[in-house]
């Protein structure tokens, strides 16, 4: 298997949010070694990723979120500051996500105000990421 480094199929986790799967990894791999069960690495990877992967691709997470968004979601009046001072020094703003309009809207609302559209030069949501960039 490539799976242990060679070549491009290894998986990095580099952003916050690889967090969640990182912690998921972690805790179970800590559960199995301490408890002396046998597994299987790759089958670990693959069934964690998978389920992180279900619960963010059929929307459950965007609903446990929309439903508390003052636990999930921190007001931004620093954010909101420093994009409307970008914005009124001509500098060029996107947004990039891989969440539906409607979510982004509710919790960019939450975070920034009504008009954070304003802000931005570019919107685009449901982008696949990161195939987006790699046009895989």
Sequence with gaps: SDFYGKGPSMKQFMDIFSLP????LSW???YFNTHNIEYDPVHLFRDVSDAVTSVHVKGMMYDWIEKDLEKYILHGDETYAVLNRLSNNGKKLFL?????????DKGM??????DWRDLFDLVIVQADKPGFFTDK
């Design 28 to 30: 179970v791999n800590d």
């Design 109 to 114: 609302k939450h975070m920034v105000g009504k």
């Design 21 to 24: 799967e990182m912690t998921l």
């Design 96 to 104: 990039i996500t891989n969440s539906p309009f409607n979510f982004v």
